[in-house]
């Protein structure tokens, strides 16, 4: 089961050699004391990520 209390719904397989980063919620929460301003980045940032990442498979899918 997840973080979040419920069922894994998706499993991953990298395509190359691939780094994962983990930051559990507990620690997001600790740096969310020191700094919200940091977490909002990081969210943002990552949340910038996904959707150009989701655009380009969208355009690849298309192109086909």
Same mark, same amino acid.
């Given at each position: 089961s997840s973080d979040l209390g419920g069922?894994?719904?998706? $499993?991953?397989?990298?395509?190359?050699?691939? $780094? =994962?980063? #983990? %930051?559990? #919620? /507990?620690? *997001?929460?600790?740096?969310?004391? *020191?700094?919200?301003?940091?977490?909002? =980045? *990081?969210?943002?940032?990552?949340?910038?990520?996904?959707?150009? $990442? %989701?655009?380009?498979?969208? /355009?690849? *899918?298309?192109? #086909?």
């Open positions: 069922t894994r719904s998706a $499993r991953v397989v990298a395509g190359e050699d691939s $780094r =994962l980063w #983990r %930051l559990k #919620r /507990e620690r *997001l929460s600790d740096i969310e004391k *020191l700094d919200t301003r940091i977490v909002h =980045l *990081l969210i943002a940032d990552i949340t910038r990520e996904i959707a150009a $990442r %989701l655009r380009s498979t969208t /355009e690849d *899918l298309r192109r #086909r």
